[in-house]
């Protein structure tokens, strides 16, 4: 059944009772919506329910009043939980069990929050202590049944919240054994902003006689919410992150979520942002848990205000001041574009939505398009330098992609505290990146290591103490040539490596005289021509007229040690050929036959033979 907006006012009038009606005027809320006004004389006469409205229109107290009046005021002995919300996410689990909390203020109701990426521990003592509601997601409520820590056979009001996602194929196996486990005699109320006609017809498989409400505004419009201003734009791949950044910067913006499609576009959109000065951070589900809820807190509480996420958190986030949505990837189907543009233009305020649309997402954007009943089957081409992107969206002229060093007045992820839950899954380090260049920028540079030149074991400058310097023995190489340097020299070996050695092994041209004073260059014998397996020495010849050499002093240079030539490499004969002949075979090849089996089938042919000529005699 379709009704219209009712005329009453207060929640009195809905025959709320006085506690719960208090609890929500001391929090500001004393008018309620037209799904409220519509959904709770139903629910608190214990009829099933579906209930459809648009997003930011109070679903969660339409079912969570009703249920917390009819499970009245907690008594001591009762421990088992009366009321369940089944939802999809860990986020909107958070939410909903805060309105419940909100709204049984005075009443004294006891709701725990269950779901996964916490630790068991917490939830299992307070389910030992007695709950009256819990609101979590299947699996970690399937886990706590099959632990035997939680017993839902006192059940008697059920919802489904979301209720086309909980029916969907991937959440029907575990909702259908939630069903099971619950006792046939209680009230189901499935609530969500759209609701597909399969789903309303699965959904009566599991509810007794239900009831469709659905709330709308008098003008008829579609399933999107008519305060939300939609502009959609076809742009580049290439370009979006640039009029990302330009739209970040118009006049009046407020917190902003921006939808990707993938985890990994996630971090690369929140890498590039945080790059360019905005104050960002990134949810999906490769995160922690606690990395999460740090994320939503420091959006909530204005520590950051762009908030890059995936289509987990499209679904049920109530967030205040949130002034733009941005549709970096092209939605999948209509229901996912009206649930991400869900998220601004809440409870009466206004908002502008930004879709951008790539040229091979076009036939996509089109079916959603015309699923919804838009004005924007062909979107406009826009790039970052287009007029239209100031204009539309109030950016100042002149802004470019970085947000100016004056304007950047946010805290920050860092400045919210990251909370120990306990995880039982992984964590993934974020920011990883950044963290490792900081880490580089803060390390103290490398002190220069200190080089000093020495020459005889004093320093080239003056007035500079002498560095010790190991003294190295020349080695010949043609009389010890496969002998290495001692570790160890001697003082004996050190006096006689200093001696000068005039060699004698060949005669100097006549046109060019070398003495012992030449330099190094002039002095290089050539090679001789003589076997290397030779180990003996020719002995060194003096000359007679040799003037007398005085004897080195201790600070004496040394002449330089002679190199020694490498060991000569006498390679294999150039007429040796070494071939192999490629393998030619196939696998359609035969196997040869052994030569047994060739012996047999010779005979067998000689056989044969031997009988055709007896026939033919």
Same mark, same amino acid.
């Given at each position: 059944?379709?009704?219209?907006q009712?005329?009453?006012?207060?929640?009195?009038?809905?025959?709320?009772?006085p506690?719960?009606?208090?609890?929500?005027? $001391?929090?500001?809320?004393?008018?309620?919506?037209?799904i409220q006004e519509?959904a709770l004389?139903?629910?608190?006469?214990?009829q099933d329910?579906?209930?459809?409205?648009? +997003?930011g229109?109070?679903k969660t107290?339409?079912f969570?009043?009703a249920?917390?009046?009819?499970?009245g005021?907690?008594?001591?002995?009762?421990?088992?939980?009366?009321?369940?919300?089944?939802?999809?996410t860990?986020?909107?689990?958070?939410q909903?069990?805060?309105d419940l909390?909100?709204a049984?203020?005075?009443l004294?109701?006891?709701?725990?929050?269950?779901?996964?990426g916490?630790?068991?521990?917490?939830?299992?003592?307070?389910?030992?202590?007695?709950?009256?509601?819990?609101?979590?997601?299947p699996?970690?409520?399937?886990d706590?049944v099959?632990?035997?820590?939680l017993?839902?056979?006192?059940?008697?009001?059920?919802?489904l919240?979301?209720?086309?996602?909980?029916?969907?194929l991937?959440f029907?196996?575990?909702?259908? *054994?939630?069903?099971?486990?619950?006792?046939e005699?209680r009230?189901t109320?499935l609530?969500?902003?759209?609701?597909?006609?399969?789903?309303v017809g699965?959904s009566?498989?599991?509810?007794?006689?239900p +009831?469709?409400?659905r709330a709308?505004?008098?003008?008829?419009?579609?399933?999107? +919410?008519?305060q939300?201003r939609?502009?959609?734009?076809?742009?580049?791949?290439?370009?979006?992150?640039?009029?990302?950044a330009?739209?970040?910067?118009?006049?009046g913006?407020?917190?902003t979520?921006?939808?990707?499609e993938?985890?990994?576009a996630?971090?690369?959109?929140?890498?590039q942002?945080?790059?360019?000065?905005?104050?960002v951070?990134a949810?999906?589900?490769?995160?922690?848990?606690?990395? *999460?809820?740090?994320?939503?807190?420091a959006f909530?509480?204005g520590?950051?205000d762009?908030?890059?996420?995936?289509?987990?958190?499209?679904?049920?986030i109530?967030i205040?001041?949130?002034?733009?949505?941005?549709n970096?990837?092209?939605?999948?189907d209509?229901?996912?574009?009206?649930?991400?543009?869900?998220r +601004?233009g809440?409870?009466?305020? $206004?908002?502008?939505?930004?879709?951008?649309?790539e040229w091979?997402?076009?036939?996509?954007?089109?079916?959603?398009n015309q699923?919804?009943?838009?004005?924007?089957?062909?979107p406009?081409e $826009?790039?970052?330098?287009?007029?239209?992107?100031?204009t539309?969206?109030?950016?100042?002229?002149?802004?470019?992609?970085?947000l100016?060093?004056?304007?950047?007045?946010r805290?920050?992820?860092?400045?919210?505290?990251?909370?120990?839950?306990?995880?039982?899954?992984?964590s993934?380090?974020r920011?990883?990146?950044?963290d490792e260049?900081?880490e580089?920028?803060?390390?103290?540079?490398?002190?220069?290591r200190?080089?000093?030149?020495?020459?005889?074991?004093?320093?080239?400058?003056?007035?500079?103490?002498?560095v010790e310097?190991p003294?190295?023995?020349p080695?010949?190489?043609?009389?010890?040539?496969?002998?290495?340097?001692?570790?160890?020299i001697?003082?004996?070996?050190?006096?006689?490596?200093?001696?000068?050695?005039r060699? $004698?092994?060949?005669?100097?041209a006549?046109d060019a005289?070398?003495?012992?004073?030449?330099p190094?260059?002039?002095r290089?014998?050539?090679?001789?021509a003589?076997?290397?397996a030779?180990?003996?020495?020719?002995?060194?010849?003096e000359?007679?007229?040799?003037?007398?050499?005085?004897?080195?002093?201790?600070?004496?240079?040394?002449?330089p040690?002679?190199?020694?030539?490498?060991e000569?490499i006498i390679?294999?004969?150039?007429?040796?050929?070494?071939?192999q002949?490629p393998?030619l075979?196939?696998?359609?090849?035969?196997?040869a036959?052994s030569?047994?089996?060739?012996?047999?089938?010779?005979?067998?042919q000689?056989?044969?033979?031997?009988?055709?000529?007896?026939?033919?005699?």
């Amino acid at each position: 059944m379709r009704l219209r907006q009712a005329t009453l006012t207060t929640f009195r009038d809905l025959g709320v009772i006085p506690e719960i009606a208090d609890a929500l005027e $001391t929090e500001g809320i004393t008018t309620p919506f037209p799904i409220q006004e519509m959904a709770l004389p139903l629910a608190l006469s214990g009829q099933d329910l579906i209930g459809q409205a648009r +997003t930011g229109t109070g679903k969660t107290y339409a079912f969570g009043i009703a249920m917390l009046q009819s499970i009245g005021k907690p008594r001591k002995n009762r421990k088992k939980p009366r009321g369940l919300v089944v939802v999809p996410t860990r986020e909107l689990a958070v939410q909903v069990s805060e309105d419940l909390v909100t709204a049984a203020g005075k009443l004294g109701s006891r709701v725990l929050t269950v779901y996964g990426g916490r630790a068991y521990e917490p939830q299992i003592e307070a389910l030992k202590a007695g709950v009256d509601v819990i609101v979590g997601t299947p699996g970690r409520l399937l886990d706590l049944v099959k632990q035997k820590h939680l017993d839902l056979s006192q059940v008697t009001s059920l919802v489904l919240d979301e209720a086309d996602r909980m029916l969907d194929l991937g959440f029907l196996p575990d909702i259908e *054994r939630i069903f099971k486990l619950i006792p046939e005699q209680r009230q189901t109320m499935l609530f969500s902003a759209t609701m597909p006609g399969e789903i309303v017809g699965l959904s009566r498989k599991y509810l007794n006689r239900p +009831t469709h409400v659905r709330a709308e505004h008098d003008s008829g419009e579609g399933e999107t +919410t008519p305060q939300v201003r939609q502009i959609v734009w076809r742009a580049h791949r290439m370009d979006k992150i640039e009029i990302l950044a330009r739209l970040l910067q118009a006049e009046g913006r407020g917190l902003t979520m921006v939808f990707c499609e993938t985890k990994r576009a996630c971090d690369m959109v929140s890498e590039q942002l945080d790059t360019r000065g905005f104050a960002v951070a990134a949810v999906h589900g490769d995160l922690g848990q606690g990395q *999460r809820e740090q994320a939503l807190r420091a959006f909530r509480n204005g520590k950051i205000d762009v908030l890059v996420a995936t289509d987990v958190a499209a679904r049920g986030i109530d967030i205040d001041d949130v002034t733009h949505v941005v549709n970096y990837d092209c939605p999948t189907d209509d229901k996912t574009y009206v649930h991400r543009i869900g998220r +601004t233009g809440r409870a009466g305020r $206004t908002g502008i939505s930004v879709t951008f649309v790539e040229w091979e997402e076009l036939t996509r954007w089109k079916m959603i398009n015309q699923m919804l009943g838009l004005d924007f089957a062909e979107p406009e081409e $826009t790039y970052s330098t287009s007029p239209h992107v100031y204009t539309e969206l109030g950016i100042p002229e002149g802004t470019k992609g970085v947000l100016p060093h004056a304007a950047r007045s946010r805290a920050g992820l860092s400045a919210e505290r990251i909370e120990d839950l306990g995880e039982t899954g992984r964590s993934r380090v974020r920011g990883r990146r950044r963290d490792e260049r900081e880490e580089r920028e803060e390390r103290p540079a490398r002190t220069p290591r200190q080089r000093r030149r020495t020459r005889g074991g004093k320093l080239t400058q003056e007035g500079a103490a002498p560095v010790e310097t190991p003294e190295v023995e020349p080695v010949d190489s043609h009389s010890r040539p496969n002998e290495e340097t001692p570790a160890i020299i001697t003082t004996d070996e050190v006096a006689k490596a200093a001696e000068p050695r005039r060699r $004698t092994r060949r005669a100097p041209a006549q046109d060019a005289p070398v003495t012992q004073d030449a330099p190094v260059e002039a002095r290089e014998p050539e090679p001789v021509a003589r076997p290397l397996a030779d180990p003996v020495a020719q002995p060194v010849a003096e000359s007679p007229a040799a003037p007398a050499v005085p004897e080195p002093s201790f600070l004496s240079t040394p002449p330089p040690p002679a190199r020694r030539e490498p060991e000569r490499i006498i390679p294999p004969s150039p007429f040796t050929v070494i071939f192999q002949s490629p393998d030619l075979a196939t696998d359609d090849d035969d196997i040869a036959p052994s030569a047994a089996t060739e012996r047999k089938q010779q005979r067998r042919q000689a056989r044969g033979a031997g009988g055709n000529r007896r026939r033919a005699g």
